[in-house]
Nanobody, 127 residues
Framework: HLRLVESGGGLVQPGGSLTLSCETSEFTVSSYAIGWFRQAPGKEREVVSCTSNTGDTTYYHWSVKGRFTISRDNAKKMVYLQMNSLKPEDTAVYYC????????????????????WGQGIQVTVSS
């Protein structure tokens, strides 16, 4: 059973930056595609960014493209989401999720496809 733990959230002013980290418990984390999702109050959970098991292919929601960067270090069992130029509309609970895969190169935007989820971490962008 894969365990995911997010860290790095908090309060930041508009225009500021945060880096979210997702620590995984699985030595074979390279067998998992990873996604970052977020959910704001009263809204559905939406994909922010996702990456294949190798990190070679990535996807970004149009609202964060050019501002956020997803990366992973399989050796350290870590996944990151660098968030720059943050806006108030980025305020949400952010979740790291993992999907077991048997082939390389694919990422997954649908949260319903993911097998494991972290507990979520709050990101608040406000002056």
């Amino acid at each position: 059973h894969l365990r995911l733990v997010e860290s790095g959230g908090g309060l930041v002013q508009p225009g500021g930056s945060l880096t979210l980290s997702c620590e995984t418990s699985e030595f074979t984390v390279s067998s998992y595609a990873i996604g970052w999702f977020r959910q704001a109050p009263g809204k559905e959970r939406e994909v922010v960014s996702c990456t294949s098991n190798t990190g070679d292919t990535t996807y970004y929601h149009w609202s964060v493209k050019g501002r956020f960067t997803i990366s992973r270090d399989n050796a350290k069992k870590m996944v990151y989401l660098q968030m720059n130029s943050l806006k108030p509309e980025d305020t949400a609970v952010y979740y790291c999720a993992a999907k077991s895969v048997s082939y390389s190169g694919a990422y997954f935007q649908d949260p319903g496809l993911y097998d494991y989820w972290g507990q979520g971490i709050q990101v608040t962008v406000s002056s």
